[in-house]
């Protein structure tokens, strides 16, 4: 026998065939007509140069040859339907490992809580997080980085993202920060004084500078540092601005007696989103690691 000649419908064909010892019942079985079941158990008897089923005294029986098939098709295609559907995804036996791209901010305040969860049902999985940067788009498409925990990306088919949540940008100060004492600061009043920047995350800083360039207007930045603590710890000490999330500037405020104080402009809120490549989309272990961060931070 050649493997060419042969095809799942056939051995689909030959299970019921030997099953029910019965071209109409076969049939039935297979949704087909009885000449289609019929034309299929001639290309088996051709295939196998057997019989295979052969009439006694009115009814269908299976040959010596059909006998020995029947044992072995039905594990044959068992095999075959494990491997088209996989079974369902086993955390407990995940030894994987998951890289998360995102801000400290969030791999200090947010993820502990919903790793914790993770690690209960998937014990022995392996997570790795990492900052994001203007690198990271890149490593979502090489591989070397499985998840993004940032704004939503854009302009690519490659990248699919589920929103996470919605935040809007506020300022963080020194308390005594002259800023504070104008009744109604202006944009030119934010420019005036030095800034801050986070380099690390989305890319946030552009859209605030794009904002201001449309006024005329640009704001002097003097440090730039990749985390959060150490930017704090320059507020503290310095009449900087740092413009950041509102929900980070709410925990930051819990480690150090900051201002927080709206933009004396208008920007729209954004969302941030949990972003992976198309290669990883119906992977049933990622599927199911997004899912829970997902769950978990929604």
């Known amino acids: 026998m050649q493997l060419g000649k042969i095809n799942l419908n056939l051995l689909s064909a030959l299970y019921y065939l030997l099953q029910e010892q019965s071209v109409t019942r076969a049939a039935e079985k297979m949704h087909l007509s009885q000449s289609a079941m019929s034309k299929h158990l001639a290309k088996l008897r ?10 006694v005294q009115g009814q269908l029986q299976a040959t010596p040859k059909g006998v020995e098939l029947k044992a072995q098709v039905a594990p044959l295609l068992d095999s075959v339907e494990n491997l088209l559907h996989q079974q369902a995804f086993e955390p407990s036996l995940c030894q994987r490992t998951f890289t998360i791209a995102t801000s400290d ?3 200090e305040h947010l993820l502990p809580k919903v790793l914790g969860g993770i690690y209960q049902q998937a014990p022995q999985l392996n997570i790795e997080l990492c900052n994001w940067d203007h690198t990271t788009n890149r490593l979502l498409h090489s591989g070397e980085v499985d998840l993004g925990m940032t704004l939503p990306p854009r302009d690519s088919t490659e990248l699919h ?5 919605t935040d809007h940008l506020v300022c963080l100060m020194h308390q005594q920060h002259p800023y504070l004492s104008i009744a109604q600061p202006s944009m030119s009043d934010y420019c005036r004084y030095p800034h801050a920047i986070i380099t690390t995350g989305a890319d946030k800083n552009s859209h605030i500078d ?3 360039s449309q006024q005329g207007l640009q704001r002097q930045i003097q440090f730039r ?3 959060y603590p150490a930017t704090v710890q320059i507020l503290s000490e310095t009449r900087f601005i740092l413009t950041l999330p ?3 500037a709410k925990q930051l405020l819990k480690q150090r007696p900051l201002a927080m104080v709206a933009l004396p402009f208008e920007v729209s809120p954004f969302d941030y989103s949990l972003i992976w490549h198309h290669r990883n989309h119906h992977d049933p272990a990622h599927t199911w690691f997004r899912q829970q961060i997902h769950q978990a931070m929604t």
Do not use: C, M, N, W
């Open 210 to 212: 794009r904002h201001l």
């Open 105 to 107: 901010y969030v791999s």
């Open 246 to 248: 509102a929900k980070i």
């Open 225 to 227: 540092a990749s985390s």
């Open 161 to 165: 993202a589920t929103t996470l949540g």
């Open 46 to 55: 051709e295939v196998f140069g057997d019989p295979l089923l052969v009439r």
